[in-house]
C-alpha cells in the first residue's frame, strides 16, 4: 500500500497506572498489580507483594499499543488496531515496552514486498525506554489509500540491536520477510499472551502483547503482527 510518510520518534510522557486492580498482560507496564499471566505452557502464582511483582515482571518481555485516528478536523481519538478504517484515514502508532530494547517497525504489503518503516534513515535512534510511549511517525501520519484491504505491520521489540533491519531499507528479502512472518506471533501462538481493552469500561484503549522471555529463544525477540483493515 502506497503512503507518504515521515518515520521519526517523539518522546511522550510515559503512562503510569495507579489503579492497583490491573492484572494480567496489562499489568506489566503498571506500578501496581498482578504480572502474572496465563500462557499455553504454565501458569505463575500470583506474587505475594509487590516487590516481588517487580522481579516476576522481569520474566516476561512485552509490548502495548494503540492507534490514534487523526479526523480531518483534526480531533485525534484513540482506539485499537482491531477497528476496521476506511480510505483516506490517518492514524499514528503508539508503542510502549514493559523493559528497554530497540524497536523495529516493519510494513509488509499484499504483494509481500515489505520494508523498514522504523528506523526509517541513518541517525535515527531506535534504543527505547521501559513505559514510555513511542509515536509512529511523529511529524506526519499513516494514510489509507483508496484501495480497501489489509496491511500488516511487523513490531519487533529486540534486547539488542538488529543490524539485519537497516534503517530505511526499501525491500526486504522475499526470504527474510517470509521469517519474520512465520516468527511473527498472533493470538493463539504458543507462550504469547495478547489482551485488549475496548468499549465504555476503558476510557484509554490498548492492546497487550506479553510472552515469557524464556520463550524467545536465543535472540530474545518479541515479534508482533499488526493487521490494519480498511474498507
Same mark, same amino acid.
Given at each position: ?59 516476561? =518481555? ?9 479526523? !480531518? ?19 499514528? =502508532? ?8 530497540? =524497536? ?17 534513515? +541513518? ?52 526470504? +527474510? ?27 484509554? !484503549? ?26
Amino acid at each position: 500500500m502506497k503512503r507518504e510518510i515521515t518515520l521519526l520518534t517523539i518522546l511522550l510522557a510515559g503512562i503510569y497506572a495507579t489503579d492497583a486492580s490491573a492484572s494480567g498482560a496489562k499489568a506489566l507496564f503498571y506500578d501496581e498489580g498482578d504480572v502474572s499471566v496465563q500462557t499455553s505452557t504454565k501458569t505463575k502464582k500470583k506474587p505475594a507483594q509487590k516487590k516481588k511483582t517487580k522481579e516476576t515482571a522481569q520474566n516476561y =518481555l512485552g509490548i502495548s499499543y494503540w492507534v490514534d485516528l487523526i479526523e !480531518p478536523n483534526g480531533k485525534v481519538s484513540r482506539t485499537t488496531a482491531s477497528r476496521t478504517f476506511r480510505s483516506g484515514d490517518r492514524i499514528k =502508532l503508539n508503542l510502549q515496552a514493559n523493559r528497554n530494547g530497540y =524497536l523495529y517497525v516493519v510494513g509488509v504489503g499484499s504483494s509481500g514486498a515489505s520494508r523498514v518503516l522504523f528506523p526509517n534513515a +541513518e541517525g535515527v535512534a531506535n534504543g527505547i525506554k521501559a513505559k514510555i510511549t513511542y509515536a509512529v511517525p511523529f511529524d506526519s501520519s499513516l494514510k489509507f489509500d483508496n484501495l480497501p484491504g489489509e496491511e500488516t505491520l511487523l513490531v519487533m521489540l529486540s534486547e539488542k540491536p538488529m543490524p539485519d533491519l537497516a534503517p530505511g531499507t526499501k525491500s526486504l528479502p522475499e526470504q +527474510e520477510t517470509r521469517q519474520m512472518l512465520a516468527d511473527a506471533h498472533v493470538p493463539g501462538a504458543k507462550d504469547l499472551v495478547i489482551e485488549e481493552e475496548v468499549g465504555e469500561a476503558a476510557p484509554l !484503549p490498548a492492546s497487550y502483547a506479553v510472552a515469557p522471555v524464556q520463550a524467545l529463544g536465543k535472540k530474545k525477540v518479541l515479534t508482533l503482527q499488526i493487521k490494519l483493515k480498511h474498507e
